[in-house]
């Protein structure tokens, strides 16, 4: 473990004269420096546009970034490499899911199917297209633990539902939903499925082809890779037939004033000249987690969820949020008589940095009848002791709130 912080130059610092105790990994996580290496040796070295020049530096740029896309393929076991976008994050991916496959396809009468512990990136998309088309935004319900209600999420599809879009692992819960059980019963009625994966793929290996899942979406940074870069899977026939999601350089195969011929894929996806750092930033940050030792990765990280379960659930006056049986790397709570936003700002005096606040989850704050939480959110090279520093911090929070 010890070894694994050293890899992280952010996590060695003082916050108030507290060594920091990093928490808000859900929100961001930290870069290890075999990230922030790649980035300057990027800019260093090889900085150039990709696909265009004959030089050097262009096919050097060209090589890591194309390397990177057979990167996220294996990481993600997708079948090719074209079924890998690079986008500027799980926000443009849904967007972009939205727009391309949705705008054509989604009609008056029809319907999208969401869930209530959706993060705002995968409702406003939707609810954008279903108001420009006169559909119907559904919305499946869960229980008061956190978990979905796989029976009534069944009931809602229906002949309407045009597409699913669900988180894997919930921003604000930590709710694991059972992904490949929905797929089955969406594909049953022929109804594509969106996984939001931005809070999974930190936490346990995604395999799109075990999952059958027809698009998955992932963010960069909260992978320890760079801000501004991110990954929609599309399986093929799906990308294929789906028109360009933005219109410009790179995209394109030919172009007259009459008639654009698209670029095949995956490039008919990536308009402009694309986040080339954050694309090799990313590599590297695959690189670093395929260097590290899984099972013992997955353990540790269960084993921090626990402690942290208990030591909260031990404090008077706290109560946990989302209580589901399969949660990776999130506990949110409240404290009795405390808004979290004085629990954020006394942890904060003690380095300790969690999120407090509705955790772009509006609706499903509403659900559990609370305006905001707060988040300790879990990482890889969090330890023990941060958990009973948190522990603590949250002890004194009592004592200044009586
Ligand atoms: C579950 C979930 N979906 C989507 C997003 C949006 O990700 P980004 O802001 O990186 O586009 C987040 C970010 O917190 C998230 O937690």
Redesign the pocket.
């Known amino acids: 473990m010890e070894r694994i912080r050293e890899d992280f130059p952010i996590l060695a610092q003082t916050v108030f004269g507290k060594p920091l105790v990093y928490l808000d990994n ?2 961001t996580a930290q870069k290890p420096r075999a990230v922030i290496d790649a980035l300057t040796r990027y800019y260093a070295l090889d900085n150039a546009n990709i696909h265009r020049g004959l030089h050097q530096l262009s096919e050097r740029s060209t090589a890591a970034y194309e390397e990177t896309r057979a990167k996220v393929r294996r990481f993600l076991n997708a079948a090719e490499d074209r079924e890998i976008l690079f986008v ?5 991916a849904i967007n972009l899911v939205a727009s391309s496959y949705g705008r054509p396809r989604v009609g008056r009468g029809d319907e999208v199917l969401i869930t209530t512990m959706e ?1 705002h ?2 409702i406003v998309p939707w609810q954008m297209l279903c108001e420009e088309k006169g559909a119907r935004l559904r919305v499946a319900p869960i229980n008061d633990d956190g978990e979905l209600l796989l029976d009534e999420f069944e009931k809602l599809l229906g002949p309407a539902t045009r597409i699913v879009s669900m ?1 894997h ?3 604000a819960l930590g709710t694991v939903n059972p992904i490949r059980r929905i797929v089955e019963m969406a594909h049953r009625r022929n109804i594509p499925v969106l996984v ?1 994966g ?2 999974a793929a930190p936490h346990f290996p995604v395999d799109v082809r075990a999952l059958d899942c027809d698009f998955y979406a992932l ?1 960069g ?2 992978l320890f890779g760079p801000t501004g870069i ?1 990954v929609l899977y599309g399986k093929a026939a799906l990308l294929e037939a789906m028109p360009p999601y933005q219109g410009g350089g790179d995209m394109i195969a030919s172009v007259t004033f009459e008639k654009t011929i698209y670029n095949r894929l995956p490039h008919k996806f990536e308009a402009g000249t694309p986040d080339i750092a954050g694309v090799i930033g990313l590599g590297a940050a695959l690189d670093y987690l395929a260097s590290l030792e899984t099972e013992g990765r997955a353990a540790h990280e269960e084993d921090l969820l626990d402690h942290a379960t208990r030591t909260l659930a031990a404090i008077p006056r706290v109560r946990i949020v989302g209580r589901a049986k399969q949660k990776t790397g999130v506990v949110s709570f409240i404290v009795e008589g405390v808004h979290p936003h004085d629990i954020g700002t006394i942890l904060d005096r003690e380095g300790i940095a969690i999120r407090a606040g509705h955790h ?1 989850a509006q609706p499903l704050m509403e659900r559990f009848g609370v305006p905001a939480t707060a988040r300790a959110s879990l990482a890889l090279y969090n330890t023990h002791r941060e958990i009973d520093a948190l522990g603590s911090g949250v002890r004194k929070v009592l004592e200044v709130f009586r």
């Open positions: 859900a929100a500027r994050g799980t926000t443009e993060h990136s995968n988180a692992v919930s921003n939001d931005a809070q963010s940074h909260k991110g772009c």
